[in-house]
């Protein structure tokens, strides 16, 4: 069995600079991406069975490992 820790959720605060929501928006999104909340949002809208678990960690470990080999390969 796959044991899963509860979600570590915590506050994302962006400062607005000379009222430019604009910006400050555009920040607060790229927080949201970087901290990977999409993400969980996303898996988290529906039931996933361990088999599907299973199978979307191995099709990301696999991902991982050819960027990691193509940067090996390409010296970056």
Do not use: H, T
């Not at 529906?46 to 991982?64: G, H, T, V």
């Amino acid at each position: 069995m796959v044991k899963r820790g509860r979600d570590n959720l915590k506050a994302i605060e962006v400062k607005v600079y000379d009222n430019d929501l604009e910006k400050a928006m555009r920040i607060l999104k790229k927080k949201i991406q970087n901290d990977g909340l999409f993400k969980r949002l996303k898996l988290k809208k529906s039931y996933e069975k361990p088999s599907e678990y299973r199978r979307r960690k191995q099709r990301e470990a696999l991902r991982r490992q050819r960027i990691a080999a193509a940067k090996k390969r390409y010296g970056r």
